[in-house]
């Protein structure tokens, strides 16, 4: 409690009810934990949300990342353009295949990935596109699409923060050739760890559910029922990215009230900008027309020129009055492995470089009351005022 008694809104809560629990305590009661059929039903529900041909689900964003580029056939010494405004799986799994993540400045108000700044970063190596729709809201799909299309690039999109939302009325999960969703605990959805890839294309889907268990011919639900069989084969080198029927049993449930969690954190975005777009020294998020926005994240950028705090000694500022709030992203480039391993200089990416000293994500998830929403709203409001010039 600090002196107005206000306890610690954290920046983060998960919204896990009685159906999920009672979901888990079945599935363990089930006698089948590991991949099964809550697997598969929370692939066909997610397929059925979405209005995709294929969902593949597996236990990260990062294996969802990593398997679609491996469908697409990302090889040893290729190229795939990434956005520096970005977390860090984003890029790794790119250097996992041996090929180069070729990191491209973000939009500095969407700080989105900035369209007109891809068509310089591509090479006769470069393969792929990872658009990221950051916080939640999706990239300019038209145009990173068109340039797709003239150069023969895939498009991977990178959802982590996108469930649910649609760009000029088609719904991300639709539109790239393979769309990468995660469920860890900050997302709209969560099953503790998982995610899921979403595509029209089933020699992919194929090929990523093979890889996602060691590459072997059928998965262990297919192998252990009473219709399964003992023989498998092993097709290629795959991986270990499964989905527990524990998880999915949280999945199935956080997928029946995705479009509740949504309005909640639409709801706050909309009372966050309603009552902070008119204060000087701060500019809330921009939101492009004919979009809908996930609101994974509320992100605030500092209008320093107008203020005496910096954003660490803001974010300090909020921690003392019991608010929790984070920075989304510190960008690629600055991190000392990108840094040092391709020569990245912040002049490089200015739009990122200068968001990053400014940016503050505030809380944002349906377990927030009314009057939590009001304390950030008059904290925020309050700690800016304080600092102006
Ligand atoms: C933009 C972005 N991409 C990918 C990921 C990776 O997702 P996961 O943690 O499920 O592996 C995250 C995770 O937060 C993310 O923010």
Redesign the pocket.
């Known amino acids: 409690m600090n002196s107005t008694n206000q306890a610690f809104i954290p920046f983060h809560i998960p919204e896990i009810g009685e159906d999920e629990i009672s979901s888990v305590i079945e599935t363990l009661r089930s006698g089948w934990l590991t991949t099964g059929p809550k697997v598969k039903k929370f692939e066909r529900d997610f397929a059925s949300y979405i209005g995709c041909s294929h969902a593949v689900a597996v236990n ?6 990593h398997l679609a580029l491996d469908a697409v056939g990302i090889k040893e010494g290729d190229e795939v353009i990434v956005p520096t405004m ?5 890029a790794e799994v790119v250097l996992y295949f041996k090929a180069k993540p070729v990191l491209v400045d973000c939009e500095h108000d969407t700080l989105n990935l900035d369209p007109s700044r891809i068509e310089s970063a591509i090479t006769s190596k470069t393969r792929a596109i990872i658009p ?3 916080a939640g809201q999706p990239c300019d799909m038209n145009r990173i699409l068109e340039i797709a299309r003239q150069y023969r690039l895939k498009v991977i999109e ?1 959802a ?2 996108a469930l649910p939302a649609s760009h000029h009325g088609r719904t991300i999960g639709t539109v790239g050739d393979i769309t ?1 969703f ?3 605990a ?2 709209t959805i969560t099953t503790g ?3 899921m890839a979403t595509t029209e294309n089933s020699e992919w889907a194929e090929r990523m559910q093979m890889m996602s268990l060691h590459g072997i011919s059928h998965d262990a639900w297919n192998r252990y029922t009473e219709e399964g069989s003992w023989y498998y084969e092993i097709f290629n080198p795959g991986f270990k990215y499964n989905l527990t029927d524990i998880a999915a049993a949280i999945g199935i449930e956080q997928l029946k009230k995705c479009d509740r969690f949504h309005q909640a954190r639409q709801q706050i975005a909309m009372r966050y900008h309603d009552c902070l777009a008119d204060l000087p020294g701060l500019q809330v998020p921009t939101c492009r027309p004919d979009v809908q926005h996930a609101w ?1 994240l509320y992100v605030v950028q500092l209008d320093l020129e107008q203020l005496r705090i910096d954003r660490r000694d803001f974010i300090k500022a909020l921690k003392a009055e019991n608010i929790g709030a984070s920075v ?2 510190i960008p690629l480039h600055l991190h000392p492995f990108y840094r040092d391993s391709f020569g990245y200089e912040p002049a490089d990416f200015p739009n990122a470089s200068a968001a990053y000293e400014r940016i503050i994500s505030l809380p944002i998830y349906p377990k927030m009351t009314e009057a939590d929403i009001e304390y950030v709203i008059s904290t925020v409001s309050k700690i800016v005022k304080q600092h102006r010039r």
């Open positions: 990260s964003g990062t294996a969802a990342l970005t977390f860090a799986a984003t990221v729709h950051f990178d982590a923060h990468c995660s469920f860890y900050t997302k760890e998982g995610g994974h989304h992203f």
